[in-house]
């Protein structure tokens, strides 16, 4: 690959989801790596009151730390912070900095920023991003259609089942069957950073859980078993296939707290398997960025957990991972011998190869 030459970078970051922290800490490393790589930056947070910086960074300029709490933000203005958000990127001085820009880096993870919508918007203005098309993040993002996507295409996933609770009355016989042979995981089929995601034991709890989510009329959830096994991760940049990590847990599942505070679950890179077992899940990983419309210029990471006999399964394919300083894409490229600043430069290049 090619390295390009040094760009004038908007870093887009925050954004409205409850994601926004994690975000937030991901924009911030970004830009210092881009900065380490010499490329003028300008941070900008969509969702922000004033969004546009009032002035760029140079190579040179410290950026600091954001550290992502125990807890995803509370999001009641989300409202707020999206109309502040479409309005900042279909016009007006935001977007008159995207379009004079060489480069947007995105790092929005969740809602608007992961689900296509951002991508959409950048593609209809002319203004070229990092990572995947607006089509290909929409169909990673919704749990449900992508686990279709990925059993259609031969890779294997866990029985689920979709379920809507406001208004639904009764659970549903589909998921009271897969409680009653339970445990299961409960998750909404649009967020991410394991924002809400719940082990469940009972019908009683499985109650509870509903009524927290009947509120919205909207809201869905994807239903699966419960995998007792081993939990992998894989990230694919470009055509590369990192090396696997694993995820050893000390609580039932890999939640919001645990992602984001350091030391809170041990992260292993390269993962202490036989080599068979990782060439297998780097290439079912290769073939879910393959079979969600991934291409070349883009990454993702593929997570997976393994059933009681051993065999894993794919969990979901992120299409915007987390690029803080915890996160596992930057720990498996690490591994594969990338310092932080040349996995961002990777992206770069990955987006700008075909100038």
């Known amino acids: ?8 970078i908007v870093v887009l970051y925050g954004g409205e989801s409850p994601e926004r922290d994690v975000s937030s800490a991901s924009g911030t490393s970004v830009a210092r790596a881009l900065l380490d790589r010499g490329h003028e930056v300008v941070l900008v947070d969509p969702a922000a009151e004033t969004p546009v910086p009032a002035r760029s960074l140079q190579p040179g300029d410290a950026v600091d730390t954001f550290v992502v709490g125990e807890e995803p933000p509370s999001l009641s203005d989300r409202q707020r912070l999206r109309r502040r958000m479409h309005a900042a990127l279909t016009g007006g001085p935001v977007l008159e ?19 296509g919508y951002v991508q959409e918007l950048l593609r209809k ?11 290909a993040c929409a169909g990673a993002w919704h749990k449900g259609r992508a686990q279709a996507a990925l059993d259609a295409a031969g890779l294997p996933v866990a029985e689920r089942v979709l379920w809507r609770p406001a208004g639904a009355g009764e659970v549903p016989e589909d998921v009271r069957r897969l409680v009653a042979a339970g445990p299961v995981v409960t998750k909404p089929v649009a967020d991410g950073s394991s924002v809400s995601v719940h082990r469940v034991d009972s019908l009683s709890q499985l109650d509870r859980i509903a009524a927290e989510v009947s ?39 890999f939640d919001y707290a645990a992602k984001y505070q350091p030391g809170a679950v041990n992260e292993v890179c390269p993962a202490r398997v036989p080599a068979d077992f990782a060439s297998r899940l780097q290439e079912l990983a290769l073939r879910a960025h393959d079979a969600l419309g991934f291409g070349g210029n883009a990454y993702s990471r593929t997570d997976f957990r393994c059933d009681a006999a051993g065999e894993p399964m794919c969990l979901e394919v992120n299409a915007l991972p987390g690029l803080t300083a915890t996160s596992l894409l930057p720990l498996a490229a690490a591994g594969a011998g990338w310092t932080y600043p040349d996995l961002i430069q990777r992206i770069v290049d990955l987006a700008v190869e075909d100038i």
Do not use: K, S, Y
């Not at 900095?97 to 689900?115: I, K, P, Q, S």
């Not at 203005?125 to 607006?134: C, D, N, Q, S």
């Open 1 to 8: 690959m090619r390295h390009n030459p040094l760009m004038r």
């Open 97 to 115: 900095m995207l379009r004079g820009a060489e480069l947007v880096f995105l790092a929005l993870h969740g809602g608007w920023g992961e689900d």
């Open 125 to 135: 203005a002319g203004v070229r991003f990092t990572g995947a098309a607006g089509a």
């Open 215 to 253: 509120a919205d009329d909207e809201a869905e959830l994807l239903v699966e078993p419960f995998l007792p096994g081993r939990e992998f991760a894989v990230a694919v940049v470009g055509d590369r296939v990192l090396p696997v990590i694993e995820i050893e847990l000390t609580t039932p599942l």
